[in-house]
């Protein structure tokens, strides 16, 4: 059997996820937290296999936990859920210590298959993101600017670009907006840009928002 923990802040994901779970008579889940917070409060109690981590959640983010989860729990593979398709963040979740990466579109389709996978090969990779990873490991030219910044770096950066106000980042994030605007400073030094304009501009050109 095996033994599946969830972590979404939104209850109706997941609901929806235990009950494609609960059709496969070897999944069972074991427990669920709705927050960064929750979870390493009971991370020395959980009893899992799998961990199916949501990236886009408030405060502490997916990728900020992964590296602490690693390090508390390092047997316990970890299966990123998120928003973001696969170009973005896939690779940089890997490099943080996940065992697989699923977009939240297509996430029904190949979660079983995803969860099975890692279990018995340690790994999820789809054709895409195989392929974005053999790419990576070639010899490159320059990296771009955005590729320099932080896990926490470029969540912001992709916010701001969005549309997203200083205020509100800070309220999903849990963050002071001093903080965020402090961040806001080091990522315009590294892009070398002097406006939201300018920032949403590199976005859009580099493919990092719609």
Do not use: W
């Not at 929806?16 to 917070?37: M, R, Y």
């Not at 996940?98 to 340690?122: F, M, N």
């Not at 406006?195 to 949403?200: F, K, Y």
């Amino acid at each position: 059997m095996i033994k599946v923990f969830i972590v979404d802040d939104h209850e109706i994901i997941r609901e929806g996820l235990k009950k494609i779970l609960k059709e496969e008579s070897d999944l069972i889940v074991v427990g669920e937290a709705q927050n960064g917070e929750e979870l390493l409060a009971k991370i020395n109690d959980i009893d899992c296999d799998i961990m199916l981590l949501d990236m886009n959640m408030p405060g502490r983010n997916g990728l900020d936990l992964l590296g602490d989860i690693k390090n508390l729990r390092p047997k316990i593979h970890i299966l990123v859920l998120s928003i973001h398709p696969e170009d973005k963040f896939a690779l940089r979740t890997l490099k943080s210590g996940a065992s697989g990466y699923l977009c939240k579109d297509t996430a029904l389709d190949e979660l079983v298959v995803a969860i099975r996978k890692v279990h018995t090969k340690g790994r999820y990779l789809s054709n895409t993101l195989a392929e974005q990873l053999a790419f990576d490991f070639m010899p490159e030219k320059d990296s771009l600017p955005h590729e320099q910044l932080s896990n926490r770096e470029q969540e912001i950066m992709v916010m701001l670009a969005s549309g997203k106000k200083v205020k509100d980042i800070a309220a999903d994030l849990g963050l002071s907006i001093s903080t965020v605007f402090t961040y806001r400073v080091r990522i315009f030094e590294k892009l070398k840009i002097k406006s939201n304009v300018e920032l949403t501009h590199y976005a859009i050109t580099n493919k990092l928002v719609d």
